[in-house]
């Protein structure tokens, strides 16, 4: 499984911005999606940002003309572009790498990274 590591949360207040990115140990090339998922308390995990290999983005209702993500083969990394941020994103969030391989799915995820607008 590739080794991701989050970086860029903070505290931020509402109508604000933050850059989180996500480095993977080994090259993302062959990773069929990269992706943001976020968590906040009480709450399931839920999806915000998708990427896949060949460029194609999907993105959570909630988040979609506020948020962007893009990913850099050659950094093996993922961004995930926060503006116009809302009191409600208050989440930690995880990076995800997903491989389809023979058939099997294999996902891998970070540690989290906290992020948290002030109203």
């Known amino acids: 499984q590739v080794h991701l590591v989050e970086s860029g949360g903070g505290l931020v207040q509402a109508g604000g911005s933050l850059r989180l990115s996500c480095a993977a140990s080994e090259s993302i090339f062959s990773i069929n999606a990269m992706g943001w998922y976020r968590q906040a308390p009480g709450n399931q995990r839920e999806l915000v940002a998708t990427i896949t290999s060949g460029g194609r983005t999907t993105y959570a209702d909630s988040v979609k003309g506020r948020f962007t993500i893009s990913r850099d083969n050659a950094k093996n990394t993922v961004t995930l572009q926060m503006n116009s941020l809302k009191a409600e994103d208050t989440a930690v969030y995880y990076c995800?790498?997903?491989?389809?391989?023979?058939?099997?799915?294999?996902?891998?995820w970070g540690q989290g990274t906290q992020v948290t607008v002030s109203s």
């Open positions: 995800n790498a997903l491989r389809l391989s023979y058939g099997q799915a294999f996902s891998s």
